[in-house]
């Protein structure tokens, strides 16, 4: 990632761990013939250290903080957030509190406390958990929330630096990308921006595609009835943790990339998101997580309602690895997926 650093925030020594420049996968030609595609490519960020995006960002937010000479964090997290966090404060020399669901799956839990945090299971989403974090705030911890600070910010965007780079200069046609807090999303669009005003492309943009869950689907409801903020989710609900986030607070620049864009936003199924999970470990020989799953699932829903026809150049955001997922995908019959090498 930092391979970027004349375009990212000041720091005097990065905190990294290696994240950043993660593969491009072709996905197989009889695959994309039988979705009715021609040319879809998979970004594999399971290939981060701690298996996912929130590395890039984490990377960058601590690296600042530590600049400013900050060692006392907090963040709220729906799992991969907090596990990464946990990772990186603990490679500056820092301490994190960090606040998850109760309910969040055992494996995420011990990830977090394994690098050293202080972890504190709270009733009910992470908004809930947001809440609680602002008690550490008030006392002169550093917040590492989504969007509450620009740096994670700053990070997520070297996934649109490497798009560039590793298409040779080019942007794909369309971008398919799960959105929890949407910052991947956005800051994406940053980049673009940037690589436009630096000479590197022109005005073309991605089409940007939005994807979450049917049991917390904001972005794709407030796009459907024209809004320009989402409305909170009441009782959200899926096991596609990194999408259970009844509302994202950069709500109205993940709308606005999608409009800007000619995008679109999906809510995909439970059903859907697994079994889609199943077929990136069997053409792709990858362990993804669920929310790669309900991007892959889009693909397909995008075909199908024509918003896709065909010769497009698609990437497809894989955002994280399922290792710490396995207890959900057991429970959704994807056990072999760790007792089995890939078949395709």
């Not at 030609?29 to 290939?47: A, I, N, R, S």
């Not at 509450?148 to 630096?161: A, D, V």
């Not at 595609?209 to 989402?230: D, F, K, N, R, W």
């Amino acid at each position: 990632m930092w391979r970027y650093r004349e375009m990212l925030p000041d720091v005097d020594v990065p905190v990294t761990l290696g994240e950043g420049y993660t593969p491009l996968l072709e996905v197989p030609p009889q695959v994309c013939t039988d979705l009715g595609l021609e040319h879809v490519t998979c970004k594999w960020e399971g290939d981060n250290p701690t298996g996912s995006f929130k590395d890039r960002g984490m990377s960058m937010a601590v690296s600042r903080a530590v600049h400013l000479g900050l060692k006392r964090f907090v963040v709220p997290t729906a799992g991969n957030a907090g596990v990464s966090a946990a990772a990186y404060v603990q490679a500056s020399g820092g301490t994190i509190d960090v606040f998850l669901p109760a309910d969040t799956d055992p494996a995420f839990i011990a990830a977090t406390e394994a690098h050293g945090a202080h972890v504190h299971r709270i009733d009910g989403l992470i908004t809930e958990c947001g809440r609680h974090a602002r008690e550490c705030v008030e006392s002169g911890a550093f917040d590492l929330s989504t969007l509450k600070e620009p740096y994670r910010l700053e990070g997520k965007k070297t996934m649109g630096y490497e798009l560039w780079e590793q298409l040779d200069g080019r942007l794909p046609d369309v971008i398919v990308y799960p959105t929890g807090g949407g910052t991947g999303l956005i800051g994406m669009w940053k980049a673009f921006d940037e690589l436009e005003a630096i000479g590197a492309i022109d005005d073309r943009r991605p089409r940007m595609v939005s994807v979450q869950m049917a049991g917390c689907a904001p972005i794709p409801l407030a796009y459907e009835q024209g809004q320009t903020h989402a409305t909170p989710w009441p009782e959200a609900q899926t096991d596609v943790l990194g999408l259970r986030v009844p509302v994202a607070v950069g709500d109205g620049l993940i709308l606005r990339a999608i409009d800007e864009s000619d995008g679109t936003a999906l809510a995909i199924s439970e059903e859907e998101a697994f079994a889609a999970t199943d077929e990136l470990f069997r053409h792709l020989h990858k362990a993804a997580a669920p929310e790669a799953g309900a991007a892959w699932a889009a693909l397909r829903r995008l075909r199908e309602q024509g918003e896709l026809t065909g010769p497009e150049r698609i990437v497809v955001f894989l955002t994280g690895n399922g290792l710490l997922y396995r207890n959900i995908l057991e429970r959704h019959g994807l056990a072999h997926i760790f007792a089995a090498p890939a078949v395709s």
